[in-house]
Structure formats: C-alpha cells, structure tokens
C-alpha cells in the first residue's frame, strides 16, 4: 500500500496552485514572515481550540494576555467540562454545566475543571487520610442468575457490558451479553444462548456496534466475527463475518474497535484492528465498519435467497448478509508479519499499531519481540527485542496522546515503556509483587497516563508523566519521564469470602468420581516429589569416568521433574486460588473481577476519612 500524502500535497494537487515560498521545517524557529497562531481569525482559532486538550490550553493561555481573553471568548472551559460530563456521567452530580459563567466565582468553568481534577488526583493519590468506598456485588451490573457467572467485562463512560457463563462445571455451558446503562443504571440490552464464549469483546457506543470473536472449533475452518447493536432492537444480530482471507484456519488472537479515525483522507466510523495467526505466521487486517441497509436494490450484484424462515439474504465469501439495517465490512489495510503474534495483546492509533509476538517453545532463541506497524504505509516500522528469553508479555497498550509510547508489564516484573517513533526503550521499573496473572488498564486522567497493574490480589496504579515541551537534551536523556508508583487497592480482605464459592465451581459434575482434576494434580504433585527424591540420592560424584555419563543424564532428568513440580504447582495455584481476571478503570472507579466471577468496585467519589470509617466499625 503506497504512503499517505500530506495534507498540503492533497491540496497543491487538487487546486494547482503555485506556490513560490520555500517548504518549512516545523522544527525551524519562528521567523518575521511566519503566520502566529495570535494572527488566526477568531473562529479558525477556535476549530484548533477544539482539538487541544485541557493541558496544552492551559499553557496556551498563559503566553500571553491577548491569547487568554481569545480562549475566554471562545467559552473554552465551558465546552471542556460539557465533554467531560458528555464522557463521563457519572460525574454530572458533580458539575453543573447550566450555571452562568459569572455565578461560578473568579475563575468561572476553568475553576471547576481544575478543582475537580485536584479532588479526584487527591483521592487516588496514595495518603493516610481516605479509602475508597469498596463494594463487591452491589452494583447494578453483577445481575446474574444463580446458575451463571460473571466471566468478562468491559467498561466505558456510558455502558457496563458483562459476559455470563456458567458458575460451575456441571451447569449448561452457554454463554450471554449483557449491556448496562450508567446513566439510569438500568439492563438495556442483552444476547443470550451463545453457544461459543464472546473472546475480545470490542463495541462502539457512537455506531451502536458491538463485536465479538467466536471460535471455530474445526482446525480447517477460520474463527469468525459476530457482531451485534449494543443497544436493544428486535434484531440485535447484524453479521457472521468469517475471517477467510486471513488464511487457512486463522486463529483471530485480539479485537481493538476505533472510532472516528482516519485512513489516509478518508474517514471511517469504525476500525478493527484484527490480527490473525495459522502455520507459524500471522496477519494483522484492519476492517472498516458501516452502518449500511441491504437489499437487492442497494446490493444488486448477489443473488438473493430466501432461508427456511422467509428471510432474505446475499451469501458472499465471508459470510451472509440478512436484508435490512446490518453492517458493512471493508478491508481497509493489512499488514503480514513474520512471527506468531500474542493473543489479547494489541492496540492502535490512526498514527501507529502495536503488537508481541510469541515464543515459538520449539525454537532454541525465544526472543519476544514488541512488533511497531507504522499506519501510514502498513508496513511494519520497528521490531524491538521486548523481554529476556522465556519471559511473556501480558499487557500493552498505547498512550492517548503525544509522545506516543508503549507500556507493557511482562513475567519478570518490570514495567517498560517503549518510544514508538525512535524504536527504543525509555525506562524500566521494577513494579512490586510481580506474579503470573496479571492484568493491565490504561486512561487519560486530566492529562496524565495513569497505568493500572493486577497481580494475583492487589492493583498498583502508576503515573507515567511527560515533559509537554521537552527539549532537544530531554529526548536524550534516560530520565525525560517520571515514573510514579501513586496507589495499592487490594481485594485481599474479601478474598477469604470467595474462597469457599471457588470449590464449589471446582466441584466434579454429579455422579463423577471425587477424583476431579485438582485432586489428580495433587496425587501427579506427590510422585514427582518421590521421584524427585530418589533422583537426588542417586547423585553422588561419579568415581569411575564411565559414570559420568549416567550422572549427567541423571541431572537432566533431574531439571526436567523439578520444572513439572515447578508447573503443577503453578497449575495448582491458579485452581484454588481467587485471583484477579479482569481490571478497568475510569476517572472515579477501578473495577475488578475476580475467577470467582465477582466484581469488587473502588469507588474514589465516594472516598471518606479513614478515622470515620473505622470509627463505624
């Protein structure tokens, strides 16, 4: 795929226009003949207003007398703060976005912005003097039935959506979806009967799409997508697509859904980022999403059918498409990458894509590698050496906006954040408690990326901030971010009340033999201990040179059982034990579920004194 040109190009080319002014560099210093920003008519001003964030307006502001009463004309903090809520609503109680600008004091709607910055920073900030309110199941969205269990969520500004499946592992294995609104707190949709578990749920609240992987279970056959409304209608299913020109058997391993981006000039409502693996390569295809009405008028090339219930359909070579309001597919980019990429590990920007590849446990060298796609030409731009061998990666995500960076934690417990536009590491930190199960967040908190990491029962949250200006040294230098460890929240005090609710989802079916899987670990855990023993006894220094070899062998055997004793006890640990499965976060809540299927909320709205709170108790 050829690179994008730029904006002025499109434009030179479409107008013929000449022009004769030499072509600047934007790194270049102001000059007497350059156009400044003060120069700009009122309204054009104010479109770029529009696409800054608070952060760099409030620097703006301070340039100079004429650029802050400009930002005051245009009512700047007024339309950040309705955004804000627009975003947000569950900080409506909050903010009062009706008041007259005269009735909100001296510093009028940018000191009600700033203000609630600083009282949720405060409550998030790691201090002695308040907790979050904690509840675990009191929320609107843990509705389930008694046979089910919560098993994934996702979290946005608007909607809850939780998928249920079953509690124990003698109920019926099927799935459903469940959508909450936040605003009346109230079930507004939900899906239900899914034969296949929905893997990497993505949706889109702007185009009232939501989209699911369901796996194939026929090795030849590639995995597909499902995609529904995420709000309720008579018909919520609107498309199978099959991931045919992903190749034979394509496994799709993440789903990322953007929306308003652009490609090239053209701009999409909704992008899939999918990346798919098959025969020790994989593919990254990026698909654009549209609502779209079929019909044999709108879509005269196929030849329409009609099914055993009287419904009308097109088949193509993904899929069919039902006549009415469903979903348009476009293939708008692909990218082929050497490697077998990570599953659940991917995101992108209509600047950048990232994902991890595998280590492939047949190699000898099992690198992993962090895999930088640049956008604009589909092309992979940096293939950065990620973690040590035999190390896995669990968790990445990009940075919303400028330096764009990537953060991901791996299995030996450090944090690192990788520069997308140079290819290079920036910093490590080692992050406490580093266990085997861990999960990972990440929001724009007023400016600040504000980075979220579950271990087996505590959140730690960081800050990872930037310089908004940094100089030429800066870029250079090793400390250009500072990295702050800012909060623990723990589900360690509930877990003891979970504990007895995992057995009985461990439990074997009725009428099974009590020698379930966790009990013939134990009993695996037990001989490979004795042999372990006897193994060791065995070991003596060898005194006649043929005995060498014997010892030799008898030291592999030897690593070999202590890495299975090592494994089954990882296994073992991960059975009986209630660890955390799933984290999310927005500006007042951390959300965390649990392999009980339950959901602990840290609410920092609600944060009271700590004296109070155990006053009460």
Not at 151 to 166: D, E
């Amino acid at each position: 795929m050829a690179r994008r040109i730029s904006f002025k190009q499109q434009l030179l080319f479409r107008t013929s226009m000449d022009v004769d002014a030499p072509i600047g560099n934007p790194e270049d210093p102001p000059g007497d003949g350059d156009t400044n920003i003060q120069q700009l008519p009122e309204d054009c001003l104010g479109l770029i207003l529009d696409l800054l964030d608070p952060v760099t307006v409030a620097t703006l502001e301070k340039t100079s007398r004429h650029m802050y009463s400009l930002i005051q004309t245009h009512q700047y903090w007024r339309r950040a703060l309705k955004k804000l809520v627009l975003k947000h609503p569950y900080l409506g109680h909050k903010i009062d976005t009706e008041t007259e600008e005269e009735d909100l004091g001296k510093e009028g709607c940018k000191g009600v912005y700033k203000n609630l910055a600083k009282e949720l920073n405060l409550f998030w900030k790691k201090n002695e003097k308040f907790k979050p309110l904690t509840m675990r199941n009191d929320q609107y969205f843990c509705e389930k039935d008694e046979r089910q269990k919560i098993v994934s969520m996702k979290v946005t500004g608007n909607y809850f959506i939780t998928v249920l499946g079953p509690r124990t592992r003698s109920d019926l294995a099927v799935y459903s979806l469940r959508v909450f609104d936040r605003n009346t707190k109230k079930k507004i949709n939900e899906i239900s009967n899914l034969i296949d578990k929905p893997e990497y749920l993505a949706f889109s609240p702007k185009y009232n799409i939501m989209v699911a992987k369901s796996h194939e279970t026929c090795p030849s056959m590639p995995d597909t997508l499902n995609i529904w409304t995420l709000e309720f209608q008579s018909d919520p299913f609107l498309r199978a697509y099959h991931l045919k020109s992903s190749g034979l058997g394509a496994r799709c391993t993440a789903l990322v859904l953007k929306e308003d981006i652009f490609f090239g000039s053209l701009k999409k409502d909704c992008v899939v980022m999918c990346p798919t693996r098959y025969n020790n390569k994989s593919v990254v295809r990026f698909l654009a999403l549209t609502r779209a009405s079929f019909c044999p008028d709108s879509f005269p090339a196929g030849a329409w059918k009609t099914d055993s219930a009287g419904d009308r359909f097109v088949k193509t070579n993904n899929g069919l498409i039902y006549e009415g309001h469903k979903v348009a597919v476009e293939e708008v980019g692909r990218v082929h990458i050497p490697h077998l990429v990570q599953l659940g590990v991917a995101d992108f920007t209509d600047k950048w894509a990232i994902l991890f590849s595998e280590a492939p446990k047949e190699l000898p060298d099992r690198n992993i590698h962090l895999i930088v796609l640049d956008m604009a030409n589909m092309s992979i731009r940096h293939i950065l050496k990620a973690y040590e061998p035999r190390i896995a990666v669990y968790g990445a995500s990009l940075h919303p906006q400028e330096p764009d960076v990537a953060v991901a934690v791996g299995k030996d417990g450090y944090l690192k954040v990788f520069d997308l536009d140079t290819g290079r590491e920036l910093t490590n930190q080692r992050v406490p408690k580093p266990m085997a199960r861990t999960n990972t967040t990440i929001i724009d908190f007023f400016g600040t990326t504000r980075f979220m990491l579950g271990s087996i029962t505590d959140i730690h949250v960081f800050d990872l901030q930037f310089p908004l200006y940094p100089n030429p040294e800066a870029k250079l230098d090793r400390i250009e971010r500072r990295r702050e460890h800012i909060r623990t929240v723990s589900i360690y005090g509930e877990v003891w009340d979970m504990v007895e609710e995992r057995n009985i989802q461990l439990a074997p079916p009725p009428g099974v033999h009590i020698l379930d899987p966790l009990m013939q670990l134990q009993q695996n855990l037990a001989a490979l201990n004795q042999v372990n023993q006897a193994i060791e006894a065995n070991i003596v220094r060898p005194e006649l040179p043929e005995e060498a070899d014997r010892v030799e062998q008898l030291m592999v055997e030897f690593r070999a059982v202590q890495q299975r004793i090592h494994d089954l006890n990882q296994e073992m640990e991960a059975r009986i034990s209630v660890a955390i499965e799933a984290v999310a976060a927005d500006l007042s809540h951390i959300f965390v579920l649990t392999n009980t299927g339950d959901i602990m909320t840290f609410d920092f709205c609600e944060s009271s004194p700590i004296d109070e709170s155990i006053g009460e108790d």
